[in-house]
């Protein structure tokens, strides 16, 4: 029985532990923090089993994922980049908004995001190219233009409606090459070219921000007198307008967070800061050992308090215990991919395992920093935790794949030991 078992939990016993530690703080905070969800459906058990059944497939994914040799990796990455780059592009002309941006593609009757796939993707694309050209003294200078002709124009594909993931996406694949090598003379160029990139996007944000705002609000008020019903009034307000019409939301995240005006209590406008606002009071309200799982009071006024907030909820009902825990997983999930890529005799795997654990890591890193008031809004998903479809699954195969690794890197040690 045992043995079934094993043959079933491959690879990294450690990872499988912070995989199922993960999950069953998902499920219970998912559950808790789905009120929202609940009421308006009137369905008290079919959110929290639909994230059951989320996670469960997500399971059954990394399961065959590791199960596939490391090397067959490399034959999808042809067909991953067409995949890619297609839903990428049909998600900007025909995709549904989610919080004013086309964000995701619905098909048969299921809905996914293309950027999900697009990360993994490229994590993929450039442990190839960084294995493929690494030399003695590191990799090629060549591998620098080849990582940049297709990590441009995926971010910039993914950036146009979702900006926060096409920073995260560029930070994994920049941390990639300071470990793959890549000469460091393109690095500090490529670390120049961001910071005066950096300053001219916040310039064009603060300045055609404020304008889209300013079109848009006018826009509002003269569909308000000339509509014929309240639903024409809301679909407009919705829709915005324009090319730049992301710019008016980034440009108001980067003002709410970045304001030095201390506010008093009494004088805070919480309909204006609402999330903020709700996940400030849920942390306050922590204390050590939290109001314990289910008795959170912030679900009730958190839109997203199963998703984008649900780091706040985990803090207001597992306290400050709880939430460093949850901090602990990651940092040994990072850790022990570290520790594997270590032992991988070929550059390949060394290189996929860190950058998915990095992916992982550094979404969960930007979802707790927005929680706790550290960041500005950024709409990311902490990873196998919050609630979700394509994003649950895709990260169970990240899992799968570090898994995979795992495997391959334990078995020649095993061999290099017995032939010593």
């Given at each position: 029985?045992?043995?079934?078992?094993?043959?079933?939990?491959?690879?990294?016993?450690?990872?499988?532990?912070?995989?199922?530690?993960?999950?069953?703080?998902?499920?219970?905070?998912?559950?808790?923090?789905?009120?929202?969800?609940?009421?308006?459906?009137?369905?008290?058990?079919?959110?929290?089993?639909?994230?059951?059944?989320?996670?469960?497939?997500?399971?059954?994914?990394?399961?065959?994922?590791?199960?596939?040799?490391?090397?067959?990796?490399?034959?999808?990455?042809?067909?991953?980049?067409?995949?890619?780059?297609?839903?990428?592009?049909?998600?900007?002309?025909?995709?549904?908004?989610?919080?004013?941006?086309?964000?995701?593609?619905?098909?048969?009757?299921?809905?996914?995001?293309?950027?999900?796939?697009?990360?993994?993707?490229?994590?993929?694309?450039?442990?190839?190219?960084?294995?493929?050209?690494?030399?003695?003294?590191?990799?090629?200078?060549?591998?620098?233009?080849?990582?940049?002709?297709?990590?441009?124009?995926?971010?910039?594909?993914?950036?146009?409606?979702?900006?926060?993931?096409?920073?995260?996406?560029?930070?994994?694949?920049?941390?990639?090459?300071?470990?793959?090598?890549?000469?460091?003379?393109?690095?500090?160029?490529?670390?120049?070219?961001?910071?005066?990139?950096?300053?001219?996007?916040?310039?064009?944000?603060?300045?055609?921000?404020?304008?889209?705002?300013?079109?848009?609000?006018?826009?509002?008020?003269?569909?308000?007198?000339?509509?014929?019903?309240?639903?024409?009034?809301?679909?407009?307000?919705?829709?915005?307008?324009?090319?730049?019409?992301?710019?008016?939301?980034?440009?108001?995240?980067?003002?709410?967070?970045?304001?030095?005006?201390?506010?008093?209590?009494?004088?805070?406008?919480?309909?204006?800061?609402?999330?903020?606002?709700?996940?400030?009071?849920?942390?306050?309200?922590?204390?050590?050992?939290?109001?314990?799982?289910?008795?959170?009071?912030?679900?009730?006024?958190?839109?997203?308090?199963?998703?984008?907030?649900i780091y706040a909820i985990i803090i207001e009902e597992m306290g400050?215990?709880?939430?460093?825990?949850?901090?602990?997983?990651?940092?040994?999930?990072?850790?022990?991919?570290?520790?594997?890529?270590?032992?991988?005799?070929?550059?390949?795997?060394?290189?996929?395992i860190m950058g998915l654990a990095l992916l992982l890591v550094i979404?969960?890193?930007?979802?707790?920093?927005?929680?706790?008031?550290?960041?500005?809004?950024?709409?990311?998903?902490?990873?196998?935790?919050?609630?979700?479809?394509?994003?649950?699954?895709?990260?169970?195969?990240?899992?799968?794949?570090?898994?995979?690794?795992?495997?391959?890197?334990?078995?020649?040690?095993?061999?290099?030991?017995?032939?010593?």
């Open positions: 029985m045992n043995k079934k078992i094993g043959n079933i939990f491959k690879g990294d016993k450690v990872i499988w532990m912070v995989f199922f530690f993960l999950c069953m703080i998902s499920i219970i905070e998912v559950f808790s923090a789905s009120s929202n969800l609940t009421y308006k459906t009137q369905n008290y058990m079919g959110p929290i089993t639909y994230h059951a059944i989320m996670i469960l497939i997500g399971a059954a994914v990394a399961v065959v994922t590791l199960n596939v040799p490391c090397r067959y990796f490399k034959l999808m990455t042809p067909f991953l980049l067409i995949i890619s780059a297609l839903t990428l592009l049909w998600v900007l002309i025909g995709g549904e908004s989610i919080n004013g941006a086309n964000r995701v593609i619905s098909l048969l009757g299921f809905t996914f995001q293309p950027s999900e796939i697009a990360k993994g993707t490229m994590v993929l694309i450039t442990a190839q190219i960084l294995s493929a050209m690494q030399r003695e003294t590191g990799a090629d200078r060549k591998a620098f233009k080849y990582i940049m002709l297709i990590l441009m124009p995926t971010t910039f594909l993914i950036g146009i409606e979702n900006l926060s993931t096409a920073a995260l996406l560029f930070a994994v694949v920049v941390l990639m090459m300071f470990i793959g090598r890549v000469p460091m003379s393109q690095m500090g160029k490529l670390m120049g070219g961001i910071a005066v990139a950096v300053a001219i996007f916040l310039a064009l944000v603060m300045t055609l921000g404020g304008i889209e705002e300013q079109r848009t609000k006018e826009n509002q008020m003269t569909d308000a007198v000339s509509a014929t019903s309240e639903k024409q009034v809301d679909k407009d307000a919705i829709k915005g307008g324009g090319v730049f019409h992301r710019f008016a939301t980034w440009r108001n995240r980067i003002l709410k967070h970045f304001g030095d005006e201390d506010v008093p209590a009494e004088e805070y406008k919480i309909d204006e800061n609402f999330q903020v606002g709700h996940a400030n009071i849920a942390i306050a309200s922590s204390g050590i050992i939290g109001k314990g799982p289910g008795n959170s009071v912030e679900r009730d006024y958190l839109p997203q308090a199963f998703s984008d907030f400050i215990i709880g939430a460093a825990f949850v901090v602990f997983l990651y940092i040994v999930l990072l850790y022990r991919a570290a520790r594997i890529a270590s032992r991988c005799e070929n550059n390949f795997p060394a290189f996929l979404q969960a890193t930007f979802n707790m920093m927005v929680a706790v008031g550290l960041a500005p809004v950024t709409g990311q998903p902490l990873p196998l935790i919050s609630k979700g479809g394509t994003s649950t699954i895709i990260n169970c195969a990240y899992i799968g794949a570090i898994l995979s690794v795992s495997r391959s890197a334990k078995m020649k040690k095993e061999v290099k030991e017995l032939r010593s």
